[in-house]
């Protein structure tokens, strides 16, 4: 069976103790890999492999860095075919999903890092009279990127390209859950001559590997993604350390429709926030108000389109939704559907297991499913699924909507359809969320940033801020 190596030191190399992972394909249930189940020996030869490197790279001339990472976004690119197959493959999601969305956006986050290191600038300050203060911003050194399954490459080149573009070294690790496309990305980096140990991949359990990472003293910086309680024992081990801490983190996100929105546009914008990748998306909404007026007629639209969506092979184009990423996770969904019925929820579609047959006989495949009737203060309404389930609740103001709204403890994400344009600023303002998407959803320019509040996170992503958080801040004062 195929086996994934880990990226150290610019080699392809075993776990240095000889032992693996079973890696699953969820769209058959079987196991059609090993990955590495590295432990701390491994992260110790690669952050010496990227202290190691690092003096080079961070004096390595912008263009020559920004070329780089320009072969590395040509190679994934080249290879698009392959990792489109991978990250279907690794993750359940539909193939033509992987090609629309996730591998470009790898591509991009490549180049997108590529050209805003050419154009990174730093502040001066001038005291007239007196002296002139300037800020230089350096790399931290070598920095730890984690990232989880949902977007596999998406999310980990999102991490890894600012950091590389800022002149920083990385000890990084995928999920283990999703770790191909990463497996692949290292051999780009190869093809594309990036230097030895600037990047580094060690595959692994985030008990041991991640756990590793975030405690190594030697390892300045964190950027992580992935879930709330993660995030918290993250923070617990990195924080006393003085460690840069970047968490991304779970949501609950709330999608508000008021009565004037664009109705078709809506249902049909609604449907594709509330289900694509299987609801796997942190930023997908989860949490559906309506302004009672048009509850009846929107529900009737909403589930009949929802009704209408295919759940199928990840490889057949004409699958809606693919495989849920693990049984594990699947059975999560499903005691959540249970806790819903118990909480008084009544299921208006979906709900079930889907057997999709042929060669996925053995996947892990769930309806999309719709569910009203809940109080907005219930579990089901309050905590992160992160799967097809969505909750229909009717609202009769906006002061009501924006209390159910902002009563979770999470804050990624909301979405707000309605075409008073008054009414969508007051929104924006007062919504305690890092994103407010007016008449829209997953519409992002790559400048802006990124990121949650209150429990989905600290620190952004995104644009500058990540240029930021990858590098120290160091204030020259000159006296003239
Ligand atoms: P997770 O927290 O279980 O795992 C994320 C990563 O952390 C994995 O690589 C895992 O191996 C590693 N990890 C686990 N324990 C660790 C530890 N003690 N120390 C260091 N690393 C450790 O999350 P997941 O199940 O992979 O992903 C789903 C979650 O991610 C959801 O909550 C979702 O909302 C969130 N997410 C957030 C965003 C965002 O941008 N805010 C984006 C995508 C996903």
Not at 268 to 284: A, D, K, M, P
Request: aromatic fraction near 8%; hydrophobic fraction near 40%.
């Amino acid at each position: 069976m195929e086996q994934i190596l880990n990226y150290i030191g610019g080699k392809l190399q075993k776990p240095l103790v000889d032992s693996w992972l079973d890696n699953y394909e969820p769209a058959t249930g079987k196991v059609y890999s090993h990955i590495p189940d590295s432990d701390v020996l491994d992260v110790e030869q690669a952050v010496a492999a990227a202290n190691a490197a690092f003096p080079a790279w961070s004096t390595t001339p912008l263009e020559d860095r920004m070329m780089m990472l320009m072969k590395i976004a040509d190679g994934i690119e080249k290879r698009m075919d392959e990792f489109v197959a991978a990250e279907s493959k690794d993750n359940g999601k539909p193939l033509k999903l992987a090609r629309a969305v996730d591998i470009p956006r790898a591509v991009s986050n490549f180049r997108f890092y590529a050209s805003a290191l050419q154009h990174f600038a730093s502040e001066s300050h001038q005291m007239p009279g007196m002296a002139v203060n300037y800020t230089l911003r350096q790399p931290i050194g070598v920095v730890g990127c984690i990232s989880p399954w949902n977007l596999p490459i998406y999310l980990f080149t999102w991490k890894i390209a600012p950091a590389l573009a800022t002149g920083n070294c990385v000890v990084s690790k995928p999920s283990e859950i999703t770790p191909y496309t990463a497996y692949l990305l290292s051999q780009v980096c190869i093809e594309a001559g990036l230097p030895a140990g600037v990047l580094n991949i060690v595959h692994g359990l985030g008990s041991k590997v991640g756990q590793t990472i975030v405690e190594h003293p030697e390892i300045k910086a964190i950027s992580f993604t992935g879930g709330t309680e993660t995030g918290k024992r993250i923070a617990a081990t990195a924080a006393p350390m003085f460690k840069k801490l970047s968490l991304e983190l779970g949501g609950k996100n709330p999608t508000i429709v008021f009565a004037d929105c664009d109705f078709d546009d809506t249902v049909r914008h609604v449907v594709t926030s509330s289900f694509s990748n299987q609801g796997e998306i942190c930023l997908c909404g989860s949490r559906i108000f309506i302004e009672r007026s048009i509850y009846d007629k929107f529900k009737t639209a909403f589930v009949e389109r929802v009704k209408s969506l295919r759940v199928g092979d990840p490889n057949d184009d004409h699958s809606n939704l693919g495989a849920i990423v693990s049984a594990q996770h699947k059975q999560k969904i499903q005691s959540y559907i249970q806790l819903a019925k118990e909480e008084g929820g009544t299921i208006l579609t979906g709900g079930e297991e889907v057997q999709v047959g042929g060669r996925c006989a053995d996947g892990y495949f769930l309806e999309p499913t719709v569910i009203e009737g809940l109080d907005y203060l219930c579990r089901t309404n309050q905590e992160e699924i992160f799967g097809p389930v969505v909750t229909l609740t009717p609202f009769d103001s906006e002061a009501e909507v924006l209390t159910m709204a902002n009563s979770v403890k999470y804050g990624l994400a909301s979405s707000v359809w309605t075409n008073d344009l008054k009414r969508a600023h007051r929104i924006a303002e007062k919504i305690e969320a890092g994103i407010v998407w007016i008449n829209c959803w997953l519409l992002r320019d790559l400048r802006t940033p990124f990121g949650g509040v209150k429990a989905s996170g600290v620190g952004r992503e995104g644009g500058w801020e990540a240029m930021r958080f990858f590098t120290e801040a160091k204030n020259v004062c000159i006296k003239y």
